[in-house]
C-alpha cells in the first residue's frame, strides 16, 4: 500500500492576510539554537526587502515558525515567499553543518537520502477573513513562547515581533503597519 501525502492547495484572495505555520523536519527542534534562530530572522528581513510583501508579525519557536504575511502584489504567492525565504536558510545552514560533520545530520536524510531542513508540504495556511481575527492571530503569534514556557512576557522573546508591538523598533526585521 502507497500513502500519499497531502499537498496543501493555496487559495490566493487579493487583500487578505495569511497566517502561515512551517515545521522543521520531523518537527526537531532545529531552531532551538540562538544564532540560528538569528540567523532565520535576518533572512525573513532580506526576503521581506527582497520581495515587497506585508510582514504583520512573526515569531520563531525551536521546532517551527508562523508568519501574518500579506503579498501586497498580484504576481507574488505565498509559495514564492517562503520558498525564497525557507530554501536559502536550509541551504546556508544544511552546507555549515555539512562542514562541520554535525551530528544531527543523519536525523536529517530522508528516503532518497536527501538532507531536509523543513518539513515537506506547504505547512499550515490560513486566510484572514477580518480584522477581528488579525488581532487573534497578532495575539497568538506572540504569546506562543509564553504558553511554551520559553519566556514569562512576549516582549522578552527576542525572535518575534512582540517588542516591536510593545514599541521598540529594534529588531532585524521590520513589520509593516496594520490597516
Known amino acids: ?14 487583500g487578505h492576510a495569511r497566517y502561515l505555520t512551517c515545521s522543521c523536519y520531523q518537527r526537531l527542534p532545529l531552531l532551538g539554537n540562538d544564532r540560528i534562530k538569528d540567523a532565520l530572522a535576518a533572512q525573513l528581513e532580506l526576503t521581506h526587502r527582497e520581495l515587497r510583501f506585508n510582514l504583520f508579525a512573526w515569531v520563531l519557536m525551536p521546532e ?7 503579498t501586497g502584489q498580484p504576481t507574488l504567492s505565498v509559495g514564492d515567499i517562503l520558498r525564497r525565504l525557507k530554501m536559502r536558510f536550509a541551504r546556508r545552514v ?16 530522508d528516503k532518497q537520502g536527501r538532507f531536509r531542513f523543513w ?7 490560513r486566510n484572514i477573513t477580518s480584522e477581528h481575527e488579525l488581532s487573534e492571530k497578532v495575539d497568538y503569534l506572540h504569546n506562543n513562547p509564553v504558553r511554551r514556557g520559553l519566556t ?16 521598540d523598533k529594534s529588531s532585524v526585521v521590520r513589520i509593516d503597519p496594520l490597516h
Open 119 to 125: 518539513q515537506p508540504g506547504g505547512g499550515y495556511d
Open 94 to 109: 544544511l552546507t555549515r553543518w555539512q562542514e562541520l560533520h554535525a551530528p544531527i545530520l543523519p536525523r536529517l536524510r
Open 1 to 14: 500500500m502507497v500513502l500519499h501525502r497531502r499537498r496543501l492547495h493555496r487559495i490566493e484572495h487579493p
Open 64 to 70: 517551527h515558525f508562523h508568519l501574518l504575511i500579506q
Open 152 to 167: 514569562d512576557d512576549p516582549t522578552t522573546w527576542r525572535w518575534s515581533s512582540a517588542r516591536w508591538y510593545a514599541g
